[in-house]
Each structure stands twice: as structure tokens, then as C-alpha cells.
């Protein structure tokens, strides 16, 4: 089935409540797995990793919105990206405040401690930072405000996502299985942006056939 190239702004609304839907599903699934002792033997791991894989997911999809859209010419796919991007900074909100809560017990020393001390947690913290500004400035307003520094300022979400993808892959250390398939779709996502690189859309191709 062939998607439509504009959408209207009943169907953009619609759009956005499925967008939530989807993105709330993980959290849901956290909260029902709690309700009925599913979250394993250590529930504190599974809560963290759950959060922070779903971060890195979030982020993943948000740098691919651009090049689906030039490869569909689906331009009203841009209209998600804020959203998704917002949920990303959601869930790195929530795999922080499991980390200090429920793995520090709001202990500033024993946090500062494991940000000198543990790389990962370093790379980690250092991303989570730089996504403050980022969600900070995502509305209409800040966009205006900033204006070309707006842009500028969020091509940071490319190394907050490099952040991401070695916080992970550091933290499991041996079975590199996941952040290995992480890391080859943020490169091939990159590469996608890099000035030589041409996308051939489905029109195009028919047009040069």
C-alpha cells in the first residue's frame, strides 16, 4: 500500500496519538512487568537497561526520520521527529533517576564517584547532559529564538547518539551483540548524511528508467 505524500491535520493528530501509543508501550510494559514480579531476579538491572536501551532506540529513530523521509519524499514524516526525539530525552530521564534512586539512593559522593571512576557512567552522564539543551530547545519558540544556532546546536543529538552506543557497549563488556547491531544502524544513518552520499527515491528511479 502505497502511503500518501501530505497527510491532513486530522490524520497528523491521529498520527501523533499512535506516535504516543507506541512510545508509551515500553514504560507500560515496565509498570505491568512490576505489578506481577516479572522483572527477574534484580529488578534495579532490568529497570536500567530497559530505559537505556529504549533511549538508544528513540535516538535511533530520530535520525532516521530525514532520510526516510528523502528516500519516501513522505515530507510530513518530519512532523514526528520532535516527537520522537522528545520521548528519547524521556527515557533517559527515567534510566537516570533509576540509576540515582534505585542504584545510588540520591548519594551525590557515591555518584560523583562512579562518574570519575567508571568510564561508562561517564560517557553516559556526558550524554544525558548534552540532551538537556536539546529537549530544552525542541518547541517553536526556541526554534525562532535561536534561529540558525537552533540547527547548529541540535546536530550535537549525532555524538550524543555515539555517546549512547559506547555507554552501551562498555557496560556489557563481553556479549557486544546489541550495541554492535546499535552502532552499524547510527553509522549507516550517518553515512546517509555525509555530502556525497545520494538517495535514489522511488520517482527518480522511474523517471531515469
Not at 75 to 86: A, D, P, T
Amino acid at each position: 500500500m502505497r502511503l500518501p505524500a501530505s497527510l491532513s491535520r486530522r490524520q497528523i493528530l491521529w498520527g501523533k496519538t499512535a506516535v504516543w501509543l507506541l512510545c508509551l508501550a515500553p514504560l507500560a510494559r515496565l509498570i505491568f512487568l512490576g505489578l506481577t514480579d516479572g522483572l527477574g531476579a534484580n529488578p534495579i538491572e532490568f529497570i536500567t537497561r530497559s530505559t537505556g536501551t529504549w533511549t538508544l532506540v528513540g535516538l535511533l529513530v530520530t535520525l532516521s526520520v530525514t532520510p526516510l523521509r528523502k528516500l519516501t519524499e513522505l515530507n510530513w514524516l518530519i512532523r514526528f521527529r520532535r516527537l520522537f526525539g522528545l520521548f528519547a530525552f524521556f527515557y533517559a530521564c527515567l534510566h537516570f533517576t533509576t540509576y540515582i534512586w534505585l542504584d545510588q539512593f540520591f548519594d551525590p559522593a557515591g555518584i560523583a564517584k562512579d562518574i570519575i571512576k567508571r568510564p561508562f557512567i561517564t560517557v553516559g552522564f556526558s550524554a544525558f547532559v548534552l540532551l538537556m539543551p536539546l529537549a530544552a530547545s525542541s518547541s517553536q519558540h526556541m526554534m525562532r529564538k535561536l534561529g540558525r544556532n537552533w540547527q547548529r546546536l541540535h546536530r550535537l543529538v549525532y555524538f550524543i547518539a555515539g555517546l549512547g552506543v559506547v555507554h552501551y557497549w562498555w557496560l556489557v563488556k563481553k556479549d557486544i551483540t546489541q550495541p554492535l547491531v546499535y552502532a552499524c544502524v547510527l553509522a549507516i544513518l550517518l553515512a546517509m548524511r555525509l555530502p556525497g552520499f545520494k538517495i535514489s527515491t522511488p520517482n527518480k528511479r522511474e523517471a531515469a528508467s
